[in-house]
């Protein structure tokens, strides 16, 4: 078995070895991964925090040994804490990490950082967590402020404060215990909203008020009732809900 980490800021995850095949994911600076298949100028990796595949180009890593997998995956959590931050190179040269980069194997990789960092939090940070990212555009497959999808902002919201989440929506609603009301429910919850056919389609983070921060063309506000999301400019309700759950007691 191969191990690898990003030593960039942000490189894509994508569904096939190819540079037009769609973006899945994203893989941030610091994360590791066993690289499981490879063919010419690719490989697949399964990501070490949540387990999910995909195909990156070789030359956007770093392979390690397994020595380093294991102690980061042993280690306590240790994320970039601003919007954007940056790395410095042994000639001094710097590049940008997001929000939510590892830095947990920064002296293997020979690099450099001078910023803020945050640990591991709990439950009562997540609605904290979740403000970082108001207004960041949407992106499919993305997880960082500038740009992240529905189930990308609620995995890093969660990561951030020492909690793992699965990468989409349909695999997140497996987790935690489902509760039968809003109004049993706490800021930090997960609501789960579902198409007509009952996938799981989307996923926010419930905050006091009957409000929910979800990421929907941008991370933005919105209202929530029993029936979905309730979206005040266009006046109707953007998602159906499904199902509340509680990760974390």
């Not at 899945?24 to 690719?42: A, E, P």
Request: aromatic share 10%.
């Amino acid at each position: 078995m191969k191990y690898g980490i990003c030593p960039l800021g942000i490189i894509p995850l994508r569904n096939d070895y190819n540079h037009r095949s769609e973006l899945v994911s994203q893989v941030l600076y610091g994360d590791c991964f066993k690289i499981i298949d490879q063919r010419k100028g690719w490989f697949k990796i399964r990501n070490q925090w949540d387990g999910y595949e995909g195909w990156i180009t070789k030359n956007q890593c770093v392979e390690i040994p397994e020595e380093v997998y294991k102690r980061q995956e042993s280690s306590e959590l240790k994320h970039a804490a601003n919007l954007i931050d940056c790395i410095s190179l042994p000639n001094s040269e710097l590049f940008p990490i997001p929000l939510g980069s590892d830095l947990r194997s920064i002296d293997f990789l020979n690099h450099k950082f001078e910023g803020e960092f945050t640990t591991t939090k709990n439950k009562n940070q997540l609605v904290k967590t979740a403000f970082t990212y108001l207004h960041a555009p949407y992106l499919w497959g993305g997880k960082t402020p500038l740009g992240i999808d529905c189930s990308g902002f609620t995995q890093m919201v969660y990561k951030l404060n020492g909690i793992a989440l699965k990468r989409d929506a349909s695999e997140q609603a497996k987790q935690g215990t489902t509760l039968s009301f809003i109004e049993e429910s706490e800021p930090g919850d997960l609501a789960f909203f579902d198409d007509k056919e009952g996938n799981i389609i989307h996923v926010g983070i419930l905050l006091q008020g009957h409000r929910i921060i979800h990421a929907h063309g941008k991370v933005r506000i919105d209202s929530i009732d029993q029936t979905g999301i309730y979206n005040k400019e266009s006046q109707n309700h953007s998602h159906k809900l499904r199902m509340i759950k509680k990760i974390i007691e």
